[in-house]
């Protein structure tokens, strides 16, 4: 698929600390792979992706779906911790401003509506 060279794709464009964090995870499951003694083809064969997508998630591409990192942490037995990710109960900021919601009390409407 051609891209224009006006279009901008989220790949391209990421913040920063998206992309460090991207290519840490690729750098860590590279070395859990070599750890393991596997080549990326047997790594890429148990998790069920293609070698050049494991390549990508190596190094950290983008545009590679969160579905192919997970079954690459799931064939290294690393995928537990993936659901702990955004967990509610250690959302620190969700919990004080969900915290803050509860604490204000319900009022009914002063004025009375007659309609049934």
């Known amino acids: 698929m051609a891209r224009s ?4 794709t989220y790949a391209t464009a990421a913040p920063a600390a998206v992309e460090d964090a991207v290519v840490q995870l690729g750098r860590q499951i ?6 393991r003694g596997w080549r990326q ?14 390549v990508g998630i190596e190094h950290g591409k983008l545009g590679t779906g969160i579905g192919a990192y997970v079954a ?5 037995g690393l995928h ?4 702990r ?9 969700g919990l004080s401003l969900e915290a803050a919601r509860l604490t204000r009390r319900a009022r009914p409407s002063t004025a009375l509506d007659d309609d049934f």
């Open 72 to 76: 690459v942490l799931w064939a290294l």
């Open 80 to 83: 537990d911790a993936v659901t």
């Open 5 to 8: 060279r006006n279009q901008i």
């Open 30 to 35: 590279s070395v859990a792979r070599l750890r």
């Open 85 to 93: 990710i955004a967990a509610p109960e250690t959302d620190a900021e």
């Open 41 to 54: 083809s047997d790594l890429a064969q148990k998790a069920g992706i293609t070698r050049a997508t494991l």
